[in-house]
């Protein structure tokens, strides 16, 4: 899904879009919605750590996206086969999520240095 006014900006409504519901300012109607091919990263994340020992480095800003995915790389271990991950969060864009966003930075934090997963790059 795009931002609202995407079409009027598309340069600058490019950096909103999203594949979850419930963003400020985004355009949720099917008339506005576009197919996006999808990867599994947890799944690359291993195969890369398995041909290479682990990964270097994971830089993510997926516009809300983010909290199933690093919920699930918590919850898999999957911090521990990457040297440093890097991500932007988005609670200020999705109100209802701000718990959730809340439990992962105190799970991350105890589990990890910032110097390993960093949820404040931006």
Partial sequence: MRAANFDDNPRDGSVKSTVIRGGRMIDESDAAAID????????????????????????????????????HMQAEGLFDLIRLTVAETHEKKFRDLRPRFAALRAAVGAAHPVTRVNLDWI
């Fill in 36 to 71: 996006v091919r999808m990867i599994a990263l947890p799944g690359m994340i291993r195969e890369v750590a398995a041909a290479h020992g682990e990964l270097a480095f994971l830089k993510m800003d997926i516009e809300g996206a983010e909290l199933d995915l690093l919920e």
